[in-house]
């Protein structure tokens, strides 16, 4: 699926780059023609107006249709004829013959013309300027032309420049597209297959208690004549389930609420000491229950603000978690310390440790580092995921260290 998506991506993001550079190439097309069209129509204009105020001397040397009068041709730039009004040629300046026969089909056809035409003359472009003047009580029409083409050359050399970087830029985009979408798609990836995993765990969890509550409903009907009291174990089996059932559902809605930042935080200044001395009287007969001491190292009247019930349970959470992984011995210790910045809780326990994997893994939903312990105890794999999330909530962080068969350390910091 994500495969798809990367390869829909850079063929997008291709496309667009294709349809942007037509877009470019167009514009620049259009506007270097244009400013060589105007250029070169502002220059014959200005030669054009150079010759009709200028005394030319000339010399005729010729005879015929057209009597054609040459001046002497040089290298400016442009080629010119000079029309009387009974379109005679009294003055000219030409490369090719050509161009006076195409003047003076012009002259024809346009008559009292004034204006710019482009044309081609034995595979050379030409730009043409004529306009109608009068001097000395004669009457005289003046075409100048102007070899347009290097601007056609330039054009076209452009152009292809243009398409050749196009189409090179297009071939190299794809695979980088291609590459970057991944890159881009891997959070959501990521976040598609924790997402996927959660659901998968989710239904595991609840298929036990829903396969031990179904089992015992089978042996009530069995036994649909007898007492409740006489079946009080299959009744009792089946309200633990229920019970278990409601936690779990308690608990994934929890974390659904803090996925999408939909828990209020009801911040207020409390005494951590107190409630940290609070907990541990609250957990000392599980403690007791499982071999383990509870120390601890509190200084007085150490003051934050929050939500006093979410950091009970996750320092509730990060005690009991504790407790558990002592492995029916050793300590626990709770250490409270304060900054000019920030206030942290320690839960260190003698346990069984982790390792480096499992510590990168321990905040993961239904992640277990002894699944037959957390089994045994009745653990989901949550705790220290919602944990975690109420820290973040109150803009901290839970740190943790640890050693195989040596013990783990919880260290939650908290921002004043």
């Known amino acids: 699926m994500f495969r798809e998506i990367k390869r829909q991506i850079a ?16 514009a620049i097309v259009f506007f270097m023609n244009w400013s060589l069209r105007y250029s070169g129509e502002i220059y014959l204009f200005d030669t054009a107006n150079s010759l009709i105020s200028r005394n030319t001397f000339s010399e005729s040397i ?10 002497d041709y040089d290298q400016t730039g442009y080629d010119y004829i000079k029309w009387n009004s009974n379109d005679m040629i009294v003055e000219n300046k030409v490369s090719q013959e050509g161009l006076i026969v195409k003047g003076y089909k012009n002259l ?15 595979g050379i472009s030409y730009r043409m300027y004529q306009t109608d003047y ?20 330039l054009m076209a050399k452009t152009v292809s420049f243009l398409i050749v970087i196009g189409a090179a830029g297009a071939i190299v985009l794809f695979p980088i597209s291609y590459l970057i979408a991944g890159k881009n798609l891997q959070p959501i990836k990521t976040s598609y297959e924790a997402q996927k995993k959660f659901v998968a765990d989710a239904s595991h969890e609840l298929r036990t208690p829903l396969a031990v509550i179904q089992s015992n409903l089978d042996v009530l009907e069995f036994k649909e004549d007898e007492t409740i009291k006489e079946n009080a174990q299959w009744l009792n089996n089946i309200g633990n389930e229920a019970q278990t059932m409601g936690k779990l559902i308690g608990n994934l809605l929890l974390i659904a609420q803090a996925d999408n930042q939909q828990i209020v935080l009801e911040k207020t200044e409390f005494d951590l000491s107190e409630l940290c001395r609070e907990l541990v009287a609250l957990m000392h007969s599980i403690a007791l229950e499982n071999g383990v001491v509870i120390q601890t190292t509190l200084p007085d009247e150490v003051i934050y603000c929050g939500d006093r019930e979410q950091i009970k349970q996750a320092l509730r959470i990060l005690i009991d978690n504790a407790i558990k992984y002592s492995n029916g011995q050793g300590t626990v ?8 910045s920030s206030i942290s809780v320690s839960v260190q326990d003698e346990g069984i440790g982790m390792s480096e994997e499992a510590r990168q893994k321990i905040f993961d939903r239904f992640y277990r580092v002894d699944d037959a312990r957390h089994r045994e105890k009745g653990g989901f794999g949550l705790g220290l995921n919602i944990a975690d999330a109420i820290v973040k909530m109150h803009k901290g962080k ?19």
């Open 134 to 153: 009068t001097k000395e009580g004669n009457t005289y029409t003046l075409q100048v032309f102007q070899n347009t083409s290097a601007e056609k050359s």
């Open 398 to 416: 839970i740190h943790v260290t640890s050693e195989l068969n040596v013990g783990s350390t919880f260290t939650m910091t908290l921002p004043k």
């Open 11 to 26: 063929l997008f993001s291709t496309s667009t780059l294709v349809v942007f550079l037509v877009v470019f190439v167009s």
């Open 333 to 340: 210790t709770i250490t409270l310390c304060e900054t000019k």
């Open 108 to 122: 024809q056809n346009h008559r009292n013309y004034k204006g710019y035409e482009n044309f081609e003359l034995n």
């Open 62 to 71: 010729g005879d015929d249709r057209f009597n054609i009068v040459r001046t």
